[in-house]
T-cell receptor, first 116, second 113 residues
Framework: DAGVIQSPRHEVTEMGQEVTLRCKPISGHDYLFWYRQTMMRGLELLIYFNNNVPIDDSGMPEDRFSAKMPNASFSTLKIQPSEPRDSAVYFC??????????????FGPGTRLLVL | KQEVTQIPAALSVPEGENLVLNCSFTDSAIYNLQWFRQDPGKGLTSLLLIQSSQREQTSGRLNASLDKSSGRSTLYIAASQPGDSATYLCAPPIGGGSEKLVFGKGTKLTVNP
């Protein structure tokens, strides 16, 4: 398997523009996570899905952020409108539920977002 | 609320040294804990997942221990190599066996040749 795939790898946009980040989880994984990493706050969980259903979105900073998972192999994180303080690296991760010891989360390479 | 502290924040050692990275967490009612590695500009790579029933987990030169009662985990790296240079992050769940992980700020390790 190619691992978790994220696109784009880098995104530079202007304040007020819509940004869409994409993620393809590892095939067969039923959990998908969106994280944000900044120097100040470290790595924070934004939202996670189980079997395409959002389970916990308490980490989503505000209504400008939304995430969808229309099927088991694709998820998007959208920011509309974007602001400079949204600049960060956004990671997608996936994992599989099952027996104890299989809870490892596998991370994608991240999308580095810069909002000017 | 789960809070995670990693000490030291940065560590620089000569090649070949054995070293210990420390992680403390506030909610000890957890079923497992994960250690990750992050290289500059890259994503996270899972190193070890240790179950609360195991107390220790080993992979090659890495050994992780978990002491729930004291709210501590350690990552031991034997015979360090320059390729071990990275940031190491500890991540217990928010509680129990939750899928939600809480990450520490990490320990940035530099192994000098």
């Amino acid at each position: 398997d190619a691992g978790v795939i994220q696109s784009p790898r880098h995104e530079v946009t202007e304040m007020g523009q819509e940004v869409t980040l994409r993620c393809k989880p590892i095939s067969g994984h039923d959990y998908l996570f969106w994280y944000r990493q900044t120097m100040m706050r470290g790595l924070e969980l934004l939202i996670y899905f189980n079997n395409n259903v959002p389970i916990d979105d308490s980490g989503m900073p505000e209504d400008r952020f939304s995430a969808k998972m229309p099927n088991a192999s694709f998820s998007t994180l959208k920011i509309q409108p974007s602001e400079p303080r949204d600049s960060a690296v956004y990671f997608c991760a996936s994992s599989i539920s099952g027996q104890a010891g299989e809870e490892t989360q596998y991370f994608g390479p991240g999308t580095r977002l810069l909002v000017l | 609320k789960q809070e995670v502290t990693q000490i030291p924040a940065a560590l620089s050692v000569p090649e070949g040294e054995n070293l210990v990275l420390n992680c403390s967490f506030t909610d000890s009612a957890i079923y497992n804990l994960q250690w990750f590695r992050q290289d500059p500009g890259k994503g996270l790579t899972s190193l070890l997942l240790i179950q609360s029933s195991q107390r220790e987990q080993t992979s090659g030169r890495l050994n992780a221990s978990l002491d729930k009662s004291s709210g501590r985990s350690t990552l031991y790296i034997a015979a360090s190599q320059p390729g071990d240079s990275a940031t190491y992050l500890c991540a217990p769940p928010i509680g129990g066996g939750s899928e939600k992980l809480v990450f520490g700020k990490g320990t940035k390790l530099t192994v000098n040749p």
